[in-house]
């Protein structure tokens, strides 16, 4: 079991920035990527960016250039720096981590970003 809790969101006007963290316990050596989704009401999940193991990265289009994701495996944590943010960047942000041979999906409990003047 990995057991996943963020922090870092809120309220920000647009062109700002925000820092996520998503802490990670637990079975955390079975851990094969990590990443965060977004949702908004009405709308699914969608991914926003993911890291590997190995550190390589993949984003959303429509984030590419404005968010970084990175990981500090001492720490078991991964972050999303949001620069240069929009109003449709706002949703709730979740934790996501993919762990072991089956790559079962662990959630964190979500953390909401709203970008607004």
Known sequence: QVQLVESGGGLVQ????????????????????????????????????????DGRTNYADSVKGRFTISRDNAKNTVYLRMNRLKPEDTALYYCNARA????????????QVTVSS
């Open 14 to 53: 647009p062109g700002g920035s925000l820092r996520l963290s998503c802490a990670a316990s637990g079975s955390v050596f079975s851990i094969n990527a990590m990443g965060w989704y977004r949702q908004t009401p009405g709308k699914g999940r969608g991914l926003v960016a993911i890291i590997n193991s």
């Open 100 to 111: 072991g041979v089956a790559l079962v999906n662990y959630w964190g409990q979500g953390t």
